[in-house]
């Protein structure tokens, strides 16, 4: 129960009409969406989580958080930065329930301009739980005038709280005007589905499927970029701050990548993968060099802090630049120091969820070992090459000593993503398309292991 003085300090806004767009498995809603038309146009919140209120510098939650950095989502568990009573709880913005937010509220005309913009500290009150594709669905039937497959789907939402419906309409053609408006200004859109898997209930893999972005995971993107953005801009310079910052590519891997386009352009989604592979890392860092892929001068993470300690430090830092005016004790060296522990973190956590989605795509494959499937290369190396199934995704080797005939000698050229073969004019390049068998998995190691069926030969278009 929140104690009313505490309710007092804050920018009451429970009556205002406010909800949630998640996963359909999530249980920790950091971030919350409120809407009301206002004589000006739009008057849009995005309300994020206030774990600082809950969780204190120095104190034993503090240091663990900082010690993990953040929540780790493997195929099937999450190990989540806080105590589950606070991110699953305490902080996680439920439908129905009052909550402690820190907010960015923006008042936007029609065409997504920012009119003005408000960081203060919330209370809210969620009217509504969505999953993405419930979400699209009330999208999509806006677009198409169809009727919902649920009945009340607006949750009995009447009176003076907006619609539901009405709410998510604007908001999407709010989002596609600032997701246009960052793709005009160089902004990176290559978007890639999630892996999912469906367990049984002894937690073996019995399907593999894909989650594709929609309107509402852009909606939500968007208006959480936004955000972050706007709190980034709003500390100004000269103070040390917590960026998300993103170097420019690797210039020779991005012509490497450009150059292969002109040469295969068929392969569209090769081509993506280089691009992607010539990107920088995405770090924290106090020293603000913008951020590449979303095309911003300044960038910082804010809408995540149940699963991100980076978003918490920037909770503590707009308390004392914007809302409080207390001074920062820590020295930026310090707060470098931070920044980069976080870094390495996220990467830990990333390696971490790769590696546990090829154990589970092993162990998904032990039952298919023997069958022939089509797939493409997607990865060429010194010892041999990666090739990725078409409708799983999976991904597993053929090694250099099962291609080609025997005493065939086949050498790597890695400016051109392929192997040659020294005798005949033959290659095998990234993006080929290539039928295999599945020989073998290692579910401990996450590898599997292909053979070609029935090669042809594939003329070597440079000879």
Same mark, same amino acid.
């Given at each position: 129960m929140i104690e009313e003085k505490e309710i007092l300090r804050r920018r009451d806004m429970r009556e205002t009409f406010t909800f949630t767009i998640d996963p359909a498995d999530a249980k920790d809603f950091d971030d919350a969406i409120s809407?009301?038309?206002?004589?000006?146009?739009?008057?849009?919140?995005?309300?994020?989580?206030?774990?600082?209120?809950?969780?204190?510098?120095?104190?034993?939650?503090?240091?663990?958080?900082?010690?993990?950095?953040?929540?780790?989502?493997?195929?099937?568990r999450v190990l989540p930065m806080l105590p589950e009573e606070l991110c699953?709880?305490?902080?996680?913005?439920?439908?129905? @329930?009052?909550?402690?937010?820190?907010?960015?509220?923006?008042?936007?005309?029609?065409?997504?301009?920012?009119?003005?913009?408000?960081?203060?500290?919330?209370?809210?009150?969620?009217?509504?739980?969505?999953?993405?594709?419930?979400?699209?669905?009330?999208?999509?039937?806006?677009?198409?005038?169809?009727?919902?497959?649920? @009945?009340?789907?607006?949750?009995?939402?009447?009176?003076?709280?907006?619609?539901?419906?009405?709410?998510?309409?604007?908001?999407?053609?709010?989002?596609?005007?600032?997701?246009?408006?960052?793709?005009?200004?160089?902004?990176?859109?290559?978007e890639q589905d999630e892996m999912r898997f469906r367990l049984d209930k002894n937690g073996f893999p019995t399907e593999i499927y894909f989650?594709?972005?929609?309107?509402?995971?852009?909606?939500?993107?968007?208006?959480?970029?936004?955000a972050n953005r706007t709190v980034a801009k709003a500390v100004g310079s000269g103070r040390p701050f917590v960026y998300r910052v993103h170097d420019l590519p690797d210039g020779e891997?991005?012509?490497?990548?450009?150059?292969?386009?002109?040469?295969?352009?068929?392969?569209?989604?090769?081509?993506?993968?280089?691009?992607?592979?010539?990107?920088?890392?995405?770090?924290?860092?106090?020293?603000?060099?913008?951020?590449y892929g979303l095309a911003f001068t300044h960038y910082t993470h804010f809408t995540s802090p149940i699963r991100r300690y980076p978003d918490l430090m920037v909770h503590r830092l707009v308390d004392k630049y914007i809302l409080t005016g207390k001074k920062e004790t820590m020295t930026r060296e310090q707060m470098?120091?931070?920044?980069?522990?976080?870094?390495?973190?996220?990467?830990?956590?990333?390696?971490?969820?790769?590696?546990?989605i090829k154990m589970f795509q092993a162990m998904w494959i032990t039952s298919h070992v023997g069958e022939i499937l089509p797939g493409h290369i997607s990865g060429v190396t010194d010892f041999g090459l990666f090739v990725q199934l078409d409708e799983s995704r999976c991904e597993g080797l053929v090694h250099i000593t099962k291609i080609g005939a025997q005493g065939e000698y086949w050498?790597?050229?890695?400016?051109?993503?392929?192997?040659?073969?020294?005798?005949?004019?033959?290659?095998y390049t990234l993006g080929d398309p290539v039928v295999v068998q599945v020989v073998r998995a290692d579910v401990n190691k996450g590898q599997i292991d292909?053979?070609?069926?029935a090669e042809e030969p594939i003329i070597d278009q440079k000879s």
């Open positions: 809407f009301q038309e206002v004589e000006e146009g739009f008057q849009i919140g995005v309300h994020i989580a206030d774990v600082s209120f809950y969780v204190r510098p120095g104190t034993k939650i503090d240091e663990d958080a900082y010690k993990r950095g953040t929540s780790v989502y493997l195929v099937d699953n709880d305490k902080c996680s913005l439920r439908p129905g @329930e009052d909550k402690l937010c820190m907010s960015v509220i923006f008042t936007m005309d029609a065409d997504a301009r920012v009119l003005k913009y408000k960081i203060c500290r919330t209370v809210i009150r969620s009217d509504a739980r969505l999953n993405y594709d419930e979400a699209q669905e009330i999208i999509m039937a806006n677009q198409t005038g169809e009727t919902l497959s649920r @009945e009340n789907r607006n949750g009995g939402i009447t009176g003076e709280k907006a619609s539901l419906k009405q709410a998510l309409a604007t908001l999407n053609a709010l989002a596609g005007k600032l997701r246009a408006e960052r793709i005009a200004n160089g902004a990176l859109t290559i989650e594709q972005p929609n309107e509402a995971h852009h909606l939500i993107e968007e208006f959480m970029l936004l891997k991005l012509e490497n990548a450009k150059q292969f386009q002109k040469r295969f352009p068929q392969l569209r989604n090769a081509y993506d993968l280089l691009t992607i592979r010539a990107q920088a890392k995405a770090v924290y860092s106090t020293y603000n060099i913008g951020h470098e120091e931070m920044c980069e522990h976080c870094s390495a973190c996220e990467q830990e956590a990333a390696q971490a969820e790769r590696d546990s050498q790597y050229d890695e400016k051109n993503y392929r192997l040659v073969c020294e005798h005949g004019k033959k290659a292909f053979e070609f069926v």
